[in-house]
């Protein structure tokens, strides 16, 4: 086969200018890659939820609480299975730099209605039996390098003063799609807590988690739910956990769709150098090309040749940028910790990886091979480069 | 003996596609770079402007925004009869008390929900901040449930227009003005009448407590008798370092990704400038020989190439800066993760941005220019003309 060695002979003919091209593409690959993968862990939340529950909160907003006595009520509601409520504690560890969520959580009703929650019974015994306890997902303990048994400060930024916890147990997930890096602890401690100084404060819930018996009355559950609590003080606004989760994704929209329009911009760089890189090569070779022509090849196999080589390429390239895209995103998720929960490159990326190298390929060997094909044969011997 | 600069100009002329494509992949790389940083720049702008240097917030210790704050009424009455507050023309203190929380509004063109700032203001509020200015209607009277709302959010959100209604804490309020507060990050909020907001909200206390200093140069001293005070457990800034404070992480957050992503980029940008400068040395190898022979030193040949490859960066630079300098029209409203509230800004050129992308797109240059200019420079002459 001789063809295909022509073209591998063209493609290192310039060794040099191969390899930076190649250099070039593998760097583009890789961040358009990377940056894919900061979008998708944006989205995490939203695709670890189930479809299963659905989350009731204030229609005001998140801001304002909703009673506790709701949950009796929202628990008499036909196609409801179970009720648990949730109060975001915003605390800071040490300094404001060590963000991590933390939620204040009704234990057995909240762990039962999340299964992927994987907590071994001895912990999750002495976790119920201990007030003042907590646990925290394994990512967030190794971050801090927390063990069972220690002490957990925290400087409360809507509930004043500090608090300590007790690390009680570390939880896995069931997947890598569940977020390690939370810290919960028991609701009553907090709601005692806050009692004895701001009795109007307690007894409050931040949100509600309900889980319905069949997924597919999620609308007509939630509409009995935001029913239920018209025209009271404290109306709900009641939606699937996916809809709640999106509803933040949303509010960040605007720096994710700049994200998205940056790792298109990469793409078109790379398609600018590797463009160059072949409209030099064929020029070089315009010579060579006629001489294929006169021999009696035909515009379309010698503009293929180009394609070909052009291919071969930014597809080569590419692979090795999808490879390093791997490693990358590890130590990219290692450098921000607990910012980004989870962090995985998904298959959707390392396919679009894929098609904007087949892509970069095909554009760059566009305009050289329409030329080389249309060609006469005497102008392009007569051409210098 | 200097090579004239226009050899260097007709090179980079004579292979128009070439040097275009080359110049075109720098000019991405630094309009993506001055975009990120006129997108900072301009969130900070917006907050530091925000605040005034003679006035000072006070929120509950430890609370960080004033959403999280509480300050019950006996605490904000001892703040409010402190010594060293300044008195308006008509002899009152300057002192607002507010409320201040969230809600949230479907969005104008998504219908997605935000959280909007409800700010409740008194008489003394707007008069501790003169740049608020009503452009369309009319101030709200106290004691109803009308309310007037920033530029940003009377653009931005359904129900938030003149005239229109927004619907919270159980009540129909009244848009009967949108106020101008010149970009700043009042624009992103509503206010209504500070006693109405409490009762429909159901608070008994307020958020914040607000005051002009009567000296702005003894704010250490205010800040330390609020600090100190054991019946205050509250903590006292000046309103330009509190709004600030509150840009910080969302602009750090902008800034790093940008960077980083930026300098990735550049890596692409600068192959494609070494590419086309060794084609450029490679072309002209007999050239270089003539003019080695002609007597051009060395150095010659190295600085006309490096000039050559810095022209490509320079060019690349004012292409993308022009491009960048159109995103000043554009305003970008988001969700600042500090206070949890809609802010909107748009991208702010400064003197700064501009010369740091032109120095990066010269520097870009430079990298990419320099080994092909280096292999010119240290070409022997009889090879050079052999080879030509």
């Known amino acids: ?385 | 003996m200097v090579i004239p600069f226009t050899y260097v100009v007709r090179n980079l002329a004579a292979r128009r596609l070439t040097t275009a494509l080359t110049a075109g992949g720098m000019a991405l790389v630094v309009y993506v770079f001055a975009t990120v940083l006129m997108l900072a720049a301009g969130l900070e702008q917006t907050l530091v402007a925000t605040g005034s240097d003679d006035n000072v917030v006070v929120i509950r210790k430890g609370s960080q925004t004033e959403v999280q704050s509480g300050i019950d009424r006996r605490q904000a009455a001892i703040v409010e009869s402190l010594p060293g507050i300044a008195t308006g023309a008509d002899g009152r203190r300057l002192v607002s008390k507010e409320p201040v929380v969230l809600i949230s509004l479907p969005k104008r063109e998504s219908g997605k929900p935000s959280n909007v700032v409800i700010r409740g203001v008194t008489p003394e509020g707007y008069a501790l901040r003169p740049q608020v200015r009503i452009v369309d209607g009319r101030l709200p009277r106290s004691g109803t449930a009308e309310v007037i709302a920033g530029r940003s959010v009377a653009n931005g959100f359904r129900g938030a227009g003149r005239d229109e209604t927004v619907r919270f804490a159980s009540r129909d309020w009244t848009v009967v003005g949108v106020f101008d507060a010149g970009r700043t990050g009042f624009d992103s909020e509503i206010w209504g009448d500070a006693e109405q907001m409490l009762q429909a909200f159901r608070r008994l206390g307020f958020s914040s407590v607000i005051f002009r200093l009567a000296d702005a140069a003894r704010f250490d001293e205010m800040r330390e008798a609020i600090e100190a005070d054991p019946r205050l457990t509250l903590e006292a800034k000046r309103e330009t370092r509190f709004y600030a404070d509150q840009s910080e992480a969302l602009s750090k957050f902008i800034t790093y990704l940008g960077t980083a992503i930026s300098v990735i980029f550049s890596i692409g940008a600068v192959l494609g400038a070494m590419i086309t400068m060794y084609a450029s040395v490679a072309a002209r190898t007999g050239e270089i020989g003539t003019l080695r022979a002609l007597g051009f030193s060395r150095g010659a040949i190295l600085a006309a190439f490096l000039v050559e490859s810095l022209l490509l960066g320079l060019v690349g630079g004012v292409v993308g800066l022009l491009g960048a300098s159109f995103m000043q029209a554009i305003s970008i409203s988001t969700m600042n993760f500090q206070t949890f509230a809609e802010v909107a800004f748009s991208f702010a050129l400064t003197p700064g941005i501009v010369a740091s992308s032109l120095g990066f797109a010269l520097a870009m240059g430079f990298v990419g220019g320099f080994l092909p200019a280096a292999r010119a420079a240290r070409m022997k002459i009889v090879d050079a003309l052999r080879a030509a």
């Open chain 1, 1 to 385: 086969m001789v063809v295909p060695l022509l073209v591998l002979r063209n493609l290192f003919r310039h060794k040099l200018r191969t390899l930076l091209t190649a250099l070039g593409i593998v760097v583009a690959i890789a961040s358009f890659g990377l940056l894919r993968t900061v979008v998708d862990a944006w989205y995490a939340g939203a695709n670890a939820s189930s479809s299963a529950r659905l989350v009731t909160r204030s229609s005001v907003s998140l801001v304002f609480s909703l009673p506790l006595t709701y949950a009796s009520k929202i628990r008499q509601i036909a196609g409801v299975e179970g009720v648990s409520w949730v109060n975001w504690f915003g605390g800071v560890y040490i300094s404001e730099r060590n963000f991590f969520p933390q939620f204040a959580i009704h234990a057995p009703s909240y762990l039962a209605m999340y299964p992927e929650i994987l907590l071994a019974d001895a912990e999750r015994k002495a976790f119920y039996t201990d007030r003042q306890g907590a646990i925290a997902g394994r990512k967030l303990a190794d971050q801090f390098g927390w063990k069972i048994g220690d002490t957990i400060p925290l400087k409360g930024t809507i509930y004043p003063g500090t608090w300590t916890f007790n690390l009680r147990g570390i939880y896995d997930g069931a997947d890598k799609t569940v977020d390690q890096s939370t810290m919960f602890f028991h609701f009553d401690f907090l709601n005692e807590s806050v009692k004895k100084v701001y009795p109007r404060r307690g007894d409050q819930a931040g949100l509600f988690v309900v889980r319905l018996r069949d997924p597919a009355q999620a609308a007509a559950v939630s509409q009995a739910i935001d029913a239920t609590f018209a025209n009271s003080l404290a109306e709900t606004l009641t939606e699937t956990e996916k809809a709640f989760q999106l509803s933040f994704v949303a509010m960040t929209e605007a720096i994710l769709v700049a994200i998205q329009a940056v790792s298109f911009v990469v793409i078109v760089i790379i398609m600018a150098v590797m463009a160059n890189t072949m409209a030099m090569t064929a020029r070089e070779r315009y010579g060579e090309y006629a001489t294929l022509k006169a021999l009696g090849f035909t515009g379309t196999f010698v503009a293929g040749l180009i394609v070909a080589e052009s291919l071969l390429l930014a597809l080569g390239a590419g692979m090795v940028g999808i490879a390093l895209t791997f490693p990358l995103a590890g130590a990219f998720a290692d450098a921000m910790g607990t910012l980004f929960p989870i962090f995985f490159v998904s298959e959707e990326t390392v396919a679009l990886q894929l098609g904007a190298a087949l892509a970069v390929g095909l554009v760059a060997a566009a305009v050289p091979a329409w030329r080389v094909a249309r060609i006469r044969i005497v102008d392009g011997l007569r051409a210098v480069a």
